[in-house]
């Protein structure tokens, strides 16, 4: 344990760094408050043996500066001469640990040394427990808003993000796109090749439309084999186009089967768009991504239909 002791006396500095080293401690000595500092920032000392009485930065200024520094905790002793109660409050409150009479008392000064050192010692240990206990809510957060399967958002951490970009939206003015995409006749691929390669499908697929949106969206597993993706700052256009890249990409892919061979697999993709001046929320644009998809279907599957529909009939408005 490195101490450092902060005195103007040349007799004070020269007597403790001797006493403290034949103690085993590695001693760095100072004669003012403002060397003090600079030493404990750089070099990271833990614990500041000072005196109260120094030209320029007394003892109790040098305990408030100290505190202020942040980062690890640093143990600080008042050596002083100055006794009486409201001496001791007045080092307490500018943030001393705690008191060293002058002229000091070796085994006395040593006792409190050790004292220092358990004081950290549980300082450090409570700081690296509260660091783990950290990384475990933030993987318990990441669990708990990431599909076990996919490997990507579940549908509680699609409703959080849906929120934000509606409101987003509203605030800015950019409109924001709703893909919902589903897997073309899944249940045959469970039936034909059992429910392990059924899941091998989906991963392919969710991996595929991860690829194809990039930064332009985010993508979550919305239900069964249904992803949805939310893509920011979109037109009309643009998420048309972006649908349709996904839609591509998963077609391109060959899937290999357990039995050898490949097959393939395609996507039906219902898209909506939030026009920030419209009183909708982002359950309605859900819905039209929904009912858009009822449309690619319908339509034959493996393609994309965008809300409002080219037709101007679209079914399923009633309920809207
Ligand atoms: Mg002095």
């Known amino acids: 344990m490195k101490v450092l002791v902060v005195d103007d006396d040349r007799t ?7 006493t403290l080293k034949t103690w085993g401690y590695d001693v760095v000595a100072v004669e003012n408050g403002m060397e003090a500092l600079e030493r404990v920032r750089a070099e990271k000392l833990r614990v500041v043996l000072t005196d109260w009485e120094m030209p320029g930065m007394a003892g109790p200024e040098l305990c408030t ?13 008042l050596l002083t001469s100055h006794g009486t109660s409201s001496h001791i409050v007045e080092g307490l409150e500018a943030g001393a640990d705690d008191f060293v009479a002058k002229p000091f ?17 549980l300082q450090d240990e409570l700081a690296h427990k509260n ?11 990441r669990i708990a808003t990431t599909d076990p399967l996919l490997q990507i958002g579940n549908r509680r951490s699609f409703e959080d993000v849906i929120v934000h970009a509606h409101q987003t939206a509203r605030r800015t003015g950019l409109a924001y796109g709703v893909l919902l995409a589903d897997i073309d006749h899944f249940k045959r691929f469970n039936d034909r090749h059992g429910h392990a390669f059924g899941d091998q ?32 700052e979109q037109t009309l256009r643009s998420i048309a186009v972006l649908g349709e890249r996904v839609r591509g990409a998963v077609e391109a892919q060959r899937v290999e089967l357990l039995t050898g061979g490949f097959t393939s697999v395609t996507i039906s993709v219902g898209v909506a768009l939030f026009d920030p001046h419209d009183a909708i929320s982002a359950q309605v644009v859900i819905e039209y991504a929904d009912a858009s998809l ?16 080219d037709d101007a009939r679209p079914p399923r408005t009633s309920q809207f």
């Open 65 to 77: 500066r100290l505190r202020a520094l942040g980062g690890e905790y640093v143990y600080i002793m």
């Open 12 to 18: 004070t500095r020269v007597l403790l760094t001797r």
């Open 105 to 121: 008392d070796p085994p006395v000064l040593r006792a409190r040394l050790t004292v220092a050192a358990r004081h950290l010692a």
């Open 131 to 141: 660091n783990e206990l950290a990384q475990a809510n933030s993987e318990l957060a």
């Open 294 to 309: 009822y449309q690619a279907k319908k339509l034959g599957r493996n393609r994309v239909v965008c809300w409002p529909f």
């Open 201 to 232: 499908v989906l991963r392919r697929v969710a991996q595929t439309a991860v690829n194809a949106l990039g930064t332009s969206g985010q993508l979550f597993r919305y239900g069964g084999e249904e992803l949805i993706a939310v893509a920011p």
